[in-house]
């Protein structure tokens, strides 16, 4: 079965800060995968996602993302951080592209918290 | 704004109730799917229904049910209800299936029903 792994849980950076969160999936096939993040009190949100071509894919509010297939991964990024940026991050997958569903499996979520 | 509606948006009931959630898709939007997070158990994919059609499943308990009606809004009925079922719910849409071109596959998310049982 497909499964998503955020490494980091709890992450708590100054402003102005370089962020990187780690998201690894599991799936030989064909995926899309998506980065949504979550304020607090409010829906989930896309942020960025790949499908394929360029592997470096650049989302809202100045995220990227790098798909690098030998490692399963795709590392969500941002050079400088904002208090604003304060929220849950998911890492999420879709393995049945083309199929019967396009449910997305998510991974445990990662809670970003930027102090002034 | 997602286009995607949810009612009610936050609900207490006691131990033993059901309660239904109300979903309507974005316009257009063929596939409805249900999520649930809790914070022991993070974002849970309930199921999906397309056009109508129970289209994957996932860890549903027996308790609860869901359909979708001719007009793809959908609900989510959850019976029995027990103190661990305090959560949030979620609902999602998309066009997948509907055989229109630049189908992403994202999922745009409603705002959530909160649960609580008390």
């Known amino acids: 079965a497909q499964s998503v792994s955020q490494h980091n849980h709890h992450v708590i950076l100054s402003e102005a800060a370089s962020l990187e969160l780690g998201c690894n999936y599991s799936?030989?096939?064909?995926?899309?995968l998506f980065w949504y993040v979550q304020y607090p009190g409010q829906h989930l949100q896309l942020l960025l996602k790949?499908?394929?071509?360029?592997?470096l894919v650049k989302g809202i509010k100045g995220f990227e993302a790098e798909f690098i297939k030998s490692k399963f991964s795709f590392n969500l990024r941002k050079p400088s951080v904002q208090w604003s940026d304060t929220a849950e991050y998911f890492c999420?997958?879709?393995?049945?592209?083309?199929?019967?569903?396009?449910?997305?499996?998510f991974g445990t979520g990662t809670l970003l918290a930027v102090q002034p | 704004d997602s286009g995607v509606t949810q009612t009610p948006k936050h609900l207490i009931t006691a131990t033993g109730q059901r309660v239904t959630l109300r979903c309507s898709p974005r316009?257009?939007?063929?596939?409805v799917y249900w999520y649930q997070q809790s914070l022991d158990q993070g974002l849970q994919f309930l199921i999906q229904?397309?056009?109508?059609?129970?289209?994957a499943k996932g860890n549903i308990l027996e308790r609860f049910s869901a359909q979708q009606f001719p007009d793809l809004h959908s609900e989510l009925n959850l019976s029995s209800l027990e103190l661990g079922d305090s959560a949030l719910y979620f609902c999602?849409?998309?066009?997948?299936?509907?055989?229109?071109?630049?189908?992403?596959?994202?999922?745009?998310f409603g705002e959530g029903s909160r649960l609580t049982v008390l």
């Open positions: 999602a849409s998309s066009l997948r299936g509907s055989g229109r071109k630049g189908d992403t596959g994202e999922l745009f």
């Open positions: 799936y030989g096939g064909t995926v899309n």
């Open positions: 790949y499908f394929s071509g360029d592997p």
């Open positions: 999420a997958v879709n393995a049945g592209y083309g199929g019967a569903t396009n449910k997305l499996i």
């Open positions: 316009s257009g939007d063929l596939s």
């Open positions: 229904y397309y056009n109508g059609e129970e289209r």
